[in-house]
Protein backbone atom coordinates (compact mmCIF):
# COMPACT_ATOMS: atom_id res chain seq x y z
CA UNK A 1 0.00 0.00 0.00
CA UNK A 2 2.81 2.38 0.67
CA UNK A 3 4.52 1.55 -2.28
CA UNK A 4 1.51 2.42 -4.02
CA UNK A 5 0.70 5.93 -2.56
CA UNK A 6 4.64 6.38 -3.17
CA UNK A 7 4.54 5.34 -6.84
CA UNK A 8 1.37 8.02 -7.03
CA UNK A 9 2.85 10.76 -5.13
CA UNK A 10 5.96 9.96 -7.95
CA UNK A 11 3.56 10.04 -10.73
CA UNK A 12 1.79 13.61 -9.47
CA UNK A 13 5.54 15.22 -8.77
CA UNK A 14 6.27 14.17 -12.12
CA UNK A 15 3.32 15.57 -13.78
CA UNK A 16 3.47 18.74 -12.32
CA UNK A 17 7.33 19.03 -12.68
CA UNK A 18 6.82 18.53 -16.69
CA UNK A 19 3.66 20.93 -16.47
CA UNK A 20 5.69 23.32 -14.87
CA UNK A 21 8.59 22.76 -17.08
CA UNK A 22 5.94 22.87 -20.28
CA UNK A 23 4.80 26.09 -18.37
CA UNK A 24 8.18 28.28 -18.21
CA UNK A 25 9.38 26.88 -21.81
CA UNK A 26 6.37 27.19 -24.07
CA UNK A 27 5.40 30.38 -25.20
CA UNK A 28 2.19 31.99 -27.36
CA UNK A 29 2.78 35.12 -29.00
CA UNK A 30 -0.64 37.21 -29.06
CA UNK A 31 -1.28 39.12 -32.89
CA UNK A 32 -0.47 42.84 -30.87
CA UNK A 33 3.31 41.27 -30.06
CA UNK A 34 6.51 40.01 -31.16
CA UNK A 35 8.37 37.49 -29.25
CA UNK A 36 12.48 37.38 -28.83
CA UNK A 37 14.27 34.07 -28.21
CA UNK A 38 17.89 35.78 -27.21
CA UNK A 39 20.71 33.42 -27.34
CA UNK A 40 20.58 31.81 -30.46
CA UNK A 41 22.00 32.92 -33.65
CA UNK A 42 19.68 32.79 -36.93
CA UNK A 43 20.05 34.57 -40.18
CA UNK A 44 17.42 37.71 -41.12
CA UNK A 45 15.59 38.29 -44.37
CA UNK A 46 18.80 40.70 -45.49
CA UNK A 47 20.89 38.21 -45.12
CA UNK A 48 22.70 39.09 -41.98
CA UNK A 49 23.53 37.05 -38.43
CA UNK A 50 21.91 38.60 -35.53
CA UNK A 51 21.95 36.48 -31.87
CA UNK A 52 18.42 35.88 -31.41
CA UNK A 53 15.02 34.48 -32.92
CA UNK A 54 11.50 35.69 -33.67
CA UNK A 55 7.90 34.66 -33.50
CA UNK A 56 4.98 36.63 -34.78
CA UNK A 57 1.32 35.75 -34.34
CA UNK A 58 1.99 32.11 -33.17
CA UNK A 59 3.78 29.81 -30.41
CA UNK A 60 7.17 28.51 -29.67
CA UNK A 61 9.40 26.57 -26.86
CA UNK A 62 12.51 28.55 -24.93
CA UNK A 63 15.42 26.05 -25.45
CA UNK A 64 16.26 25.91 -21.44
CA UNK A 65 19.55 27.59 -20.32
CA UNK A 66 20.28 28.71 -23.81
CA UNK A 67 17.49 31.09 -24.86
CA UNK A 68 15.90 34.18 -22.72
CA UNK A 69 12.44 35.52 -23.90
CA UNK A 70 11.74 38.79 -24.03
CA UNK A 71 8.17 40.86 -25.36
CA UNK A 72 7.64 43.47 -27.34
CA UNK A 73 4.31 45.33 -27.63
CA UNK A 74 3.41 46.50 -31.08
CA UNK A 75 0.01 48.55 -30.45
CA UNK A 76 -0.70 51.55 -30.78
CA UNK A 77 0.85 54.29 -28.97
CA UNK A 78 -0.89 57.92 -28.68
CA UNK A 79 1.76 60.73 -28.26
CA UNK A 80 0.33 64.65 -27.76
CA UNK A 81 2.76 66.85 -29.26
CA UNK A 82 3.49 70.76 -27.47
CA UNK A 83 6.11 72.73 -29.41
CA UNK A 84 6.44 76.39 -27.85
CA UNK A 85 9.04 79.00 -28.83
CA UNK A 86 9.63 77.06 -32.49
CA UNK A 87 11.04 79.75 -35.22
CA UNK A 88 9.39 79.54 -37.92
CA UNK A 89 11.05 81.80 -41.46
CA UNK A 90 11.47 84.76 -40.85
CA UNK A 91 11.87 84.64 -36.66
CA UNK A 92 8.21 84.56 -35.35
CA UNK A 93 7.99 82.29 -32.84
CA UNK A 94 5.03 79.50 -32.90
CA UNK A 95 3.26 77.42 -30.80
CA UNK A 96 2.00 74.14 -32.77
CA UNK A 97 0.04 71.62 -30.53
CA UNK A 98 -0.86 68.24 -32.41
CA UNK A 99 -1.70 64.56 -31.66
CA UNK A 100 0.29 61.48 -33.22
CA UNK A 101 -0.57 57.66 -33.74
CA UNK A 102 2.92 55.74 -33.41
CA UNK A 103 3.95 51.70 -33.30
CA UNK A 104 6.94 49.80 -33.10
CA UNK A 105 7.25 48.17 -36.50
CA UNK A 106 6.26 44.74 -37.09
CA UNK A 107 7.78 43.46 -40.20
CA UNK A 108 11.46 43.20 -41.07
CA UNK A 109 13.81 45.37 -41.75
CA UNK A 110 12.08 47.58 -39.14
CA UNK A 111 11.98 45.25 -36.57
CA UNK A 112 14.97 44.75 -35.92
CA UNK A 113 15.56 48.23 -35.52
CA UNK A 114 13.93 48.14 -32.84
CA UNK A 115 14.61 45.10 -31.15
CA UNK A 116 18.52 46.64 -31.01
CA UNK A 117 17.30 50.51 -29.93
CA UNK A 118 13.69 49.45 -27.83
CA UNK A 119 14.40 46.06 -26.43
CA UNK A 120 13.99 46.15 -23.05
CA UNK A 121 12.52 49.49 -22.70
CA UNK A 122 9.20 50.16 -20.89
CA UNK A 123 6.31 51.90 -23.11
CA UNK A 124 6.71 55.24 -21.44
CA UNK A 125 9.96 54.94 -22.38
CA UNK A 126 9.47 54.44 -26.18
CA UNK A 127 6.76 57.01 -25.86
CA UNK A 128 9.03 59.66 -24.59
CA UNK A 129 11.64 59.00 -27.43
CA UNK A 130 8.89 59.18 -29.86
CA UNK A 131 7.91 62.33 -28.88
CA UNK A 132 11.24 63.85 -28.88
CA UNK A 133 12.35 62.96 -32.21
CA UNK A 134 8.71 64.11 -33.57
CA UNK A 135 9.25 67.82 -31.48
CA UNK A 136 12.88 68.03 -33.34
CA UNK A 137 11.08 67.38 -36.78
CA UNK A 138 8.42 69.00 -36.16
CA UNK A 139 10.73 72.71 -35.45
CA UNK A 140 12.95 71.57 -38.35
CA UNK A 141 9.81 71.51 -40.31
CA UNK A 142 8.27 74.96 -39.00
CA UNK A 143 12.30 76.59 -39.32
CA UNK A 144 11.43 76.14 -43.45
CA UNK A 145 7.70 77.71 -43.49
CA UNK A 146 6.43 80.92 -42.60
CA UNK A 147 3.81 81.34 -40.25
CA UNK A 148 1.26 82.09 -43.51
CA UNK A 149 2.23 78.79 -45.07
CA UNK A 150 2.19 77.26 -41.22
CA UNK A 151 -1.86 78.58 -40.82
CA UNK A 152 -2.78 78.46 -43.96
CA UNK A 153 -1.67 74.73 -45.77
CA UNK A 154 -2.17 72.58 -42.33
CA UNK A 155 -2.07 69.74 -44.56
CA UNK A 156 1.26 70.60 -46.71
CA UNK A 157 2.83 71.24 -43.29
CA UNK A 158 1.95 67.68 -41.99
CA UNK A 159 2.84 66.11 -45.35
CA UNK A 160 6.60 68.03 -44.74
CA UNK A 161 6.91 66.71 -41.84
CA UNK A 162 5.94 62.81 -42.22
CA UNK A 163 8.37 63.39 -44.91
CA UNK A 164 10.73 64.72 -42.29
CA UNK A 165 10.20 62.23 -39.70
CA UNK A 166 9.57 59.06 -41.37
CA UNK A 167 13.44 58.34 -41.73
CA UNK A 168 14.10 58.69 -38.30
CA UNK A 169 11.19 56.90 -37.22
CA UNK A 170 12.46 54.13 -39.24
CA UNK A 171 15.70 54.21 -37.83
CA UNK A 172 14.68 53.95 -34.35
CA UNK A 173 12.23 50.76 -35.50
CA UNK A 174 8.94 53.15 -35.31
CA UNK A 175 5.92 53.86 -37.42
CA UNK A 176 4.36 57.19 -37.56
CA UNK A 177 0.57 56.23 -38.77
CA UNK A 178 -1.27 59.18 -38.41
CA UNK A 179 -0.39 63.12 -37.25
CA UNK A 180 -3.06 65.86 -36.90
CA UNK A 181 -2.12 69.36 -35.72
CA UNK A 182 -4.47 70.35 -33.71
CA UNK A 183 -3.60 74.43 -33.18
CA UNK A 184 -1.25 76.82 -34.06
CA UNK A 185 -0.59 80.18 -32.49
CA UNK A 186 2.28 82.38 -31.49
CA UNK A 187 2.83 84.99 -28.52
CA UNK A 188 3.31 88.20 -30.20
CA UNK A 189 0.43 87.52 -32.26
CA UNK A 190 1.07 87.84 -36.16
CA UNK A 191 -1.08 84.63 -36.78
CA UNK A 192 -4.19 86.82 -35.11
CA UNK A 193 -2.93 90.44 -37.79
CA UNK A 194 -2.57 88.05 -40.39
CA UNK A 195 -6.37 86.75 -39.27
CA UNK A 196 -7.87 90.40 -39.37
CA UNK A 197 -6.17 91.00 -42.30
CA UNK A 198 -7.38 87.63 -43.71
CA UNK A 199 -10.93 88.54 -42.38
CA UNK A 200 -10.65 92.63 -43.63
CA UNK A 201 -9.94 90.27 -47.23
CA UNK A 202 -12.48 88.17 -46.59
CA UNK A 203 -14.94 90.86 -45.89
CA UNK A 204 -13.75 92.66 -48.56
CA UNK A 205 -13.88 89.36 -51.14
CA UNK A 206 -17.24 89.16 -49.69
CA UNK A 207 -18.83 92.32 -50.54
CA UNK A 208 -17.02 92.35 -53.89
CA UNK A 209 -18.37 89.00 -54.62
CA UNK A 210 -21.66 90.05 -52.97
CA UNK A 211 -21.93 92.73 -55.53
CA UNK A 212 -20.77 90.72 -58.18
CA UNK A 213 -22.95 88.14 -57.22
CA UNK A 214 -25.88 91.33 -57.39
CA UNK A 215 -24.46 92.43 -60.43
CA UNK A 216 -24.29 89.33 -61.67
CA UNK A 217 -27.99 88.61 -60.94
CA UNK A 218 -28.89 91.43 -62.49
CA UNK A 219 -27.73 90.54 -65.61
CA UNK A 220 -29.02 87.07 -65.62
CA UNK A 221 -32.76 88.86 -64.71
CA UNK A 222 -31.88 90.66 -67.76
CA UNK A 223 -30.85 88.12 -69.61
CA UNK A 224 -33.56 85.42 -68.66
CA UNK A 225 -36.14 88.38 -69.40
CA UNK A 226 -34.18 89.00 -72.99
CA UNK A 227 -34.75 85.24 -73.15
CA UNK A 228 -38.31 84.97 -71.97
CA UNK A 229 -38.71 88.18 -74.46
CA UNK A 230 -37.20 86.09 -77.51
CA UNK A 231 -38.81 83.21 -76.96
CA UNK A 232 -42.44 84.63 -76.20
CA UNK A 233 -41.69 86.41 -79.54
CA UNK A 234 -40.34 83.54 -81.49
CA UNK A 235 -43.56 81.94 -80.04
CA UNK A 236 -45.79 84.55 -81.31
CA UNK A 237 -43.75 84.44 -84.57
CA UNK A 238 -44.29 80.51 -84.53
CA UNK A 239 -47.83 80.85 -83.98
CA UNK A 240 -48.62 83.36 -86.40
CA UNK A 241 -46.00 80.88 -89.38
CA UNK A 242 -48.16 78.08 -88.53
CA UNK A 243 -51.73 80.25 -88.69
CA UNK A 244 -50.37 81.47 -92.53
CA UNK A 245 -49.15 77.82 -92.85
CA UNK A 246 -52.92 76.50 -92.63
CA UNK A 247 -54.08 79.73 -93.87
CA UNK A 248 -51.99 78.51 -97.03
CA UNK A 249 -52.61 74.84 -96.58
CA UNK A 250 -56.48 75.82 -96.48
CA UNK A 251 -56.33 77.90 -99.50
CA UNK A 252 -54.34 75.56 -101.41
CA UNK A 253 -56.70 72.85 -100.36
CA UNK A 254 -59.77 74.84 -101.66
CA UNK A 255 -57.67 75.71 -104.80
CA UNK A 256 -57.02 72.26 -105.15
CA UNK A 257 -60.40 71.70 -104.63
CA UNK A 258 -61.66 73.87 -106.69
CA UNK A 259 -58.92 72.67 -109.37
CA UNK A 260 -60.14 69.08 -108.93
CA UNK A 261 -63.78 70.19 -109.65
CA UNK A 262 -62.99 72.19 -112.15
CA UNK A 263 -60.75 69.26 -113.62
CA UNK A 264 -63.46 66.66 -113.02
CA UNK A 265 -66.28 69.18 -114.51
CA UNK A 266 -64.51 70.04 -117.77
CA UNK A 267 -63.17 66.14 -117.70
CA UNK A 268 -67.32 65.35 -117.71
CA UNK A 269 -67.56 68.15 -120.07
CA UNK A 270 -64.80 66.41 -122.48
CA UNK A 271 -66.05 62.75 -121.97
CA UNK A 272 -69.45 64.33 -123.05
CA UNK A 273 -68.17 66.32 -125.77
CA UNK A 274 -66.62 63.16 -126.83
CA UNK A 275 -68.91 61.11 -127.13
CA UNK A 276 -71.22 63.27 -128.40
CA UNK A 277 -68.01 63.83 -130.51
CA UNK A 278 -68.33 60.21 -131.59
CA UNK A 279 -72.12 60.42 -132.08
CA UNK A 280 -71.16 62.77 -134.42
CA UNK A 281 -68.59 61.30 -136.18
CA UNK A 282 -71.02 57.76 -136.41
CA UNK A 283 -73.35 60.29 -137.68
CA UNK A 284 -71.95 62.35 -140.07
CA UNK A 285 -70.28 59.05 -141.30
CA UNK A 286 -73.58 57.82 -141.73
CA UNK A 287 -74.67 60.80 -143.09
CA UNK A 288 -71.41 60.33 -145.65
CA UNK A 289 -72.47 56.87 -145.98
CA UNK A 290 -76.16 58.26 -147.00
CA UNK A 291 -75.19 61.50 -148.92
CA UNK A 292 -72.58 58.68 -150.70
CA UNK A 293 -75.54 56.36 -151.59
CA UNK A 294 -78.34 59.21 -152.09
CA UNK A 295 -76.43 61.87 -153.78
CA UNK A 296 -72.81 61.13 -154.37
CA UNK A 297 -73.06 58.48 -155.85
CA UNK A 298 -75.75 59.02 -158.24
CA UNK A 299 -74.29 62.06 -158.88
CA UNK A 300 -71.30 60.25 -160.10
CA UNK A 301 -73.06 58.20 -161.70
CA UNK A 302 -75.17 60.89 -163.74
CA UNK A 303 -71.44 62.81 -164.01
CA UNK A 304 -70.54 59.68 -165.79
CA UNK A 305 -73.66 59.71 -167.69
CA UNK A 306 -73.62 63.26 -168.77
CA UNK A 307 -69.30 62.85 -169.71
CA UNK A 308 -70.52 59.91 -172.13
CA UNK A 309 -73.37 61.93 -173.06
CA UNK A 310 -70.72 64.92 -173.79
CA UNK A 311 -68.19 62.65 -175.26
CA UNK A 312 -70.75 61.81 -177.92
CA UNK A 313 -72.10 64.66 -178.28
CA UNK A 314 -68.77 66.02 -178.77
CA UNK A 315 -68.30 62.91 -180.82
CA UNK A 316 -71.14 63.76 -182.81
CA UNK A 317 -70.80 67.23 -182.91
CA UNK A 318 -66.98 66.56 -184.37
CA UNK A 319 -68.21 64.47 -187.13
CA UNK A 320 -70.85 67.14 -187.76
CA UNK A 321 -68.42 69.81 -187.78
CA UNK A 322 -66.04 67.48 -189.97
CA UNK A 323 -68.92 66.81 -192.30
CA UNK A 324 -70.07 70.89 -192.48
CA UNK A 325 -66.27 71.75 -193.07
CA UNK A 326 -66.44 69.13 -195.84
CA UNK A 327 -69.13 70.33 -197.29
CA UNK A 328 -68.44 74.41 -196.60
CA UNK A 329 -65.10 73.21 -198.79
CA UNK A 330 -67.70 71.98 -201.19
CA UNK A 331 -69.68 74.67 -201.85
CA UNK A 332 -66.77 76.81 -201.71
CA UNK A 333 -65.87 74.93 -204.63
CA UNK A 334 -68.91 74.98 -206.00
CA UNK A 335 -69.01 78.99 -205.13
CA UNK A 336 -66.44 79.32 -207.04
CA UNK A 337 -67.46 77.11 -209.94
CA UNK A 338 -70.43 78.79 -210.65
CA UNK A 339 -68.99 82.47 -210.97
CA UNK A 340 -71.11 85.22 -210.35
CA UNK A 341 -74.29 83.67 -210.30
CA UNK A 342 -72.98 81.71 -207.09
CA UNK A 343 -75.17 83.68 -204.60
CA UNK A 344 -78.19 83.44 -205.81
CA UNK A 345 -77.68 80.05 -206.25
CA UNK A 346 -76.93 79.54 -202.69
CA UNK A 347 -79.55 81.50 -201.17
CA UNK A 348 -81.99 78.99 -203.40
CA UNK A 349 -80.79 76.00 -202.11
CA UNK A 350 -80.75 77.06 -198.36
CA UNK A 351 -84.64 78.85 -198.67
CA UNK A 352 -86.10 75.91 -198.02
CA UNK A 353 -84.40 74.55 -194.91
CA UNK A 354 -84.84 77.67 -193.55
CA UNK A 355 -88.63 78.48 -194.46
CA UNK A 356 -88.71 75.27 -191.85
CA UNK A 357 -87.50 76.47 -188.98
CA UNK A 358 -88.73 79.78 -189.03
CA UNK A 359 -92.51 77.67 -189.28
CA UNK A 360 -91.26 75.85 -186.61
CA UNK A 361 -90.79 79.06 -184.50
CA UNK A 362 -94.26 80.32 -184.93
CA UNK A 363 -97.19 78.35 -183.12
CA UNK A 364 -99.70 76.62 -185.16
CA UNK A 365 -101.99 78.89 -187.38
CA UNK A 366 -104.36 78.08 -189.59
CA UNK A 367 -103.43 79.15 -193.22
CA UNK A 368 -106.23 79.13 -195.25
CA UNK A 369 -104.85 81.03 -197.90
CA UNK A 370 -101.00 82.64 -198.86
CA UNK A 371 -101.04 85.41 -200.89
CA UNK A 372 -97.53 85.79 -203.44
CA UNK A 373 -97.17 89.45 -204.16
CA UNK A 374 -95.51 89.72 -207.07
CA UNK A 375 -92.97 92.81 -207.38
CA UNK A 376 -93.22 93.17 -211.19
CA UNK A 377 -89.59 92.44 -212.51
CA UNK A 378 -86.29 92.80 -211.20
CA UNK A 379 -83.93 89.95 -210.86
CA UNK A 380 -84.16 86.99 -208.44
CA UNK A 381 -82.32 88.29 -205.88
CA UNK A 382 -84.12 91.44 -206.32
CA UNK A 383 -87.17 89.74 -206.13
CA UNK A 384 -85.78 87.64 -202.67
CA UNK A 385 -85.37 90.41 -201.01
CA UNK A 386 -88.44 91.77 -201.94
CA UNK A 387 -89.86 88.84 -200.12
CA UNK A 388 -87.80 88.88 -197.24
CA UNK A 389 -88.65 92.32 -196.31
CA UNK A 390 -92.29 91.30 -197.01
CA UNK A 391 -91.59 88.64 -194.70
CA UNK A 392 -90.32 91.04 -192.07
CA UNK A 393 -93.07 92.96 -191.89
CA UNK A 394 -95.82 90.87 -191.45
CA UNK A 395 -94.38 88.25 -189.43
CA UNK A 396 -92.36 90.39 -187.55
CA UNK A 397 -88.99 87.86 -188.45
CA UNK A 398 -85.60 89.56 -190.04
CA UNK A 399 -84.69 86.71 -191.74
CA UNK A 400 -81.27 87.99 -193.00
CA UNK A 401 -80.66 88.31 -188.93
CA UNK A 402 -81.78 84.62 -188.36
CA UNK A 403 -79.57 83.24 -190.73
CA UNK A 404 -76.60 85.26 -189.75
CA UNK A 405 -77.18 84.09 -186.03
CA UNK A 406 -77.69 80.32 -187.23
CA UNK A 407 -74.58 80.48 -189.25
CA UNK A 408 -72.14 81.44 -185.80
CA UNK A 409 -73.47 79.93 -183.60
CA UNK A 410 -73.17 76.23 -185.99
CA UNK A 411 -69.94 76.64 -187.98
CA UNK A 412 -66.65 76.02 -185.93
CA UNK A 413 -64.28 77.69 -188.79
CA UNK A 414 -64.10 80.55 -190.14
CA UNK A 415 -67.47 81.65 -192.33
CA UNK A 416 -66.95 81.93 -196.26
CA UNK A 417 -67.05 85.71 -196.48
CA UNK A 418 -69.79 86.26 -199.67
CA UNK A 419 -69.18 89.09 -202.07
CA UNK A 420 -70.24 93.09 -200.60
CA UNK A 421 -74.02 93.02 -201.08
CA UNK A 422 -76.22 95.67 -199.50
CA UNK A 423 -77.85 93.30 -197.19
CA UNK A 424 -76.83 90.48 -194.83
CA UNK A 425 -75.60 86.78 -196.87
CA UNK A 426 -78.53 84.54 -195.38
CA UNK A 427 -75.96 81.54 -196.64
CA UNK A 428 -73.34 81.80 -193.52
CA UNK A 429 -75.34 79.09 -191.68
CA UNK A 430 -73.36 76.22 -192.14
Given at each position: MS??F??????FG???SL?L?I???YY???P?E????????ST????R?????L?????SI???L?E???????TN????L??S?A??????P???E????I??????????N????LL?K????V?????????????G??AT???E?V?E?K?????????E?DD??AQ?????D??Q?????D?V??????????R??L?R?A??????AK?Q?A?Q?A?N?????L??IE????TT?????????NA??Q?Q??I????A?I?A??A??E?????Q???R??????LQAD????????C????AR??????S???D???R???I?E?A?T????G????E??L?QK????L?N???T?P??E???????DP?G?S??T?L?S??E?L???????LTQT?????QA?????????P??AH??PG???
Open positions: LIALLVVMATGLIKNLICQSVLIFAGDRVSDGQVGYRVKGGSRKPLKTFRMELMIIERVNYSKGGILRVGVANKIAGEEPAIHAIERGTRQEEKIARETLEGNLRVLLTPQNDMAFVRSLLDADLLGLILNLIQNISDGYLNSIGRKQADLDRIAEAEASLAELKRTSRQAKMARADADRRLQLSRAASEAEEAEVRTAELAVRERNQVEQQVIAPAAAAQQAQAKGDAAIVEGRAAEGRLTWKAADHARIFFLEALVLVAVDVVENITVIGGSAKVFMQKQTTGLDVQSLGNLPAAPLVPPSPDSKS
